[in-house]
């Protein structure tokens, strides 16, 4: 594992749109829009608090995290908060320096502990269990498809969240 590289991490929000969306299809390539991830946010806005975007040492931006609010729609019809990390992006060039690993810091240290919402994601596991990730309940379900091994959450109490349910958009 590199050593984190040089950075400075600013609200995502004082960044030009444009340049972190040239990140997100630097990072994830062309249809990245149609996967699980963006069905299951779907017509919300990420939360300002929460995302962050990563500066090299030169002022360039390298990466770029946002945090998106969903729900878990459990079968009684019950909307259950959470919160939803990703896209975690980081150019292809300056990935495995650092960036990603500073910008899940500086999100996870952004969360009220007083009133903690569980977070969800889809990613590696080998990756994000290092954050405090753990494997969904295989009762989970996501509008499109995806590896149920790749929906992770974590939070003070995920025990206390339904079973079963599907994701998608926190849009009460």
């Not at 990140?23 to 996967?35: C, I, K, M, S, T």
């Not at 974590?154 to 958009?169: C, D, H, I, K, V």
Request: charged share 15%.
């Amino acid at each position: 594992m590199a050593e984190p590289a040089a950075s400075t991490l600013i609200p995502l929000d004082q960044v030009d749109p444009a340049l972190v969306e040239d990140v997100l299809d630097r990072a994830f390539g062309p249809g990245r829009q149609e996967r699980t991830a963006y069905k299951i946010r779907q017509g919300t806005d990420w939360l300002p608090g929460l995302s962050f975007a990563a500066l090299d040492a030169e002022e360039y931006l390298v990466g770029t995290i946002q945090a998106w609010p969903v729900a878990l729609n459990d079968p009684q019809g019950r909307a259950h908060p959470l919160i939803m990390v990703g896209p975690v992006a980081i150019t292809p060039e300056r990935q495995d320096q650092g960036f990603g690993r500073a910008l899940m810091a500086a999100q996870a240290a952004a969360i009220d502990p007083a009133a903690p919402i569980p977070q969800v994601l889809i990613g590696d596991a080998p990756y994000y269990g290092r954050f405090g990730f753990t494997e969904a309940p295989r009762g989970w379900q996501c509008p499109g498809p995806w590896d149920p091994a790749r929906l992770l959450i974590r939070g003070a109490a995920p025990a206390t969240l339904p079973q079963a349910g599907m994701l998608g958009p926190w849009l009460g």
